[in-house]
C-alpha cells in the first residue's frame, strides 16, 4: 500500500516570505500523480499543485511550486511571498495511475503572521 | 454552475440510528468519491464510483454503502451508526480535475 509521509505538523511563516512544506511518498510504481491539497477553516479542500510523476519539470501555480524528486520520493511545497489568506492545512496526496484510490498524508498546519 | 454540493452540512445521530448523506454534481463527471476525515488525518477513501452503475470499495468502507443513482448523484449510507463513525464527511466528482463539496460533519453520540 502507498503511503504519505507529511513530518510537520505545524509550521508558521512571516507574511511576504518563502516557506517550505515536506512530504515523502512511498511506492513501487512508476507512474503516478501527486498533489498538493490546501484546506482553509471553511473547510474546502482546493487543489493547489499537481504534478504527473513522468514529468521532470516541477510544476508551478503563481506563488506556489514543487521540488519533485522521484528518487528520492520526495514532493516538497514552496510557497513564495507568502500571504494571510495561505493560513490553512496543507495535505499531500499521491495517487497511482489509473486507479482511484487517492493517498493523502496527515497534513501540515501553515499560519502566516502579519 | 454550482459544482459539488452534500447534503446535509452538519447532522447529529445517536448510536443505531441511519442516515443518508447526498452529494450531486453538475460537472458531467464519471468519477465520484466518498472521503472521511478524521482529526489529525488526512482524507481516507470509504467509496468510489468509476462510472455510472459501477461503485467499489476504498480503504475504509465497513459500516458504509453507497448508491450511484445516476450520472449527477452520489450517496453514502449509515444503516446504524456507531461513534467511530463520528467524522467530517467529503464527496469528490472528478474527471481531469477535481472538485470537493463542502463537507458534512457527522457526530454519533
Known amino acids: 500500500a502507498q503511503t504519505v509521509t507529511q513530518s510537520q505538523p505545524e509550521m508558521s511563516v512571516q507574511e511576504a516570505e518563502t516557506v517550505t512544506l515536506s512530504c515523502t511518498y512511498d511506492?513501487?510504481?512508476?507512474?503516478?500523480?501527486l498533489f498538493w491539497y490546501k484546506q482553509p477553516p471553511s473547510r474546502q479542500m482546493i487543489l493547489v499543485i499537481r504534478?504527473?510523476?513522468?514529468?521532470?519539470q516541477n510544476a508551478t501555480e503563481n506563488r506556489f511550486s514543487v521540488n519533485f524528486q522521484k528518487a528520492a520520493k520526495s514532493f516538497s511545497l514552496k510557497i513564495s511571498d507568502s500571504q494571510l489568506g495561505d493560513t490553512a492545512m496543507y495535505f499531500c496526496?499521491?495517487?497511482?495511475?489509473?486507479?482511484?484510490?487517492?493517498?493523502f498524508g496527515a497534513g501540515t498546519r501553515l499560519t502566516v503572521k502579519p | 454552475n454550482a459544482g459539488v454540493t452534500q447534503t446535509p452540512k452538519f447532522q447529529v445521530l445517536k448510536t443505531g440510528q441511519s442516515m443518508t448523506l447526498q452529494c450531486a454534481q453538475d460537472?458531467?463527471?464519471?468519477?465520484m468519491y466518498w472521503y472521511r476525515q478524521d482529526p489529525g488525518m488526512g482524507l481516507r477513501l470509504i467509496y468510489y464510483?468509476?462510472?455510472?452503475?459501477?461503485?467499489d470499495k476504498g480503504e475504509v468502507p465497513n459500516g458504509y454503502n453507497v448508491s450511484r443513482l445516476n450520472k449527477r448523484e452520489f450517496s453514502l449510507r449509515l444503516e446504524s451508526a456507531a461513534p467511530s463513525q463520528t467524522s467530517v464527511y467529503f464527496c469528490?466528482?472528478?474527471?481531469?480535475?477535481?472538485?470537493f463539496g463542502p463537507g458534512t460533519r457527522l457526530t454519533v453520540t
Open positions: 460537472m458531467n463527471h464519471n468519477s
Open positions: 504534478q504527473e510523476a513522468y514529468k521532470q
Open positions: 464510483s468509476a462510472s455510472e452503475g459501477t461503485t
Open positions: 511506492t513501487s510504481e512508476n507512474n503516478y500523480y
Open positions: 469528490e466528482s472528478r474527471d481531469y480535475e477535481q472538485y
Open positions: 496526496a499521491f495517487m497511482k495511475h489509473n486507479n482511484n484510490d487517492m493517498r
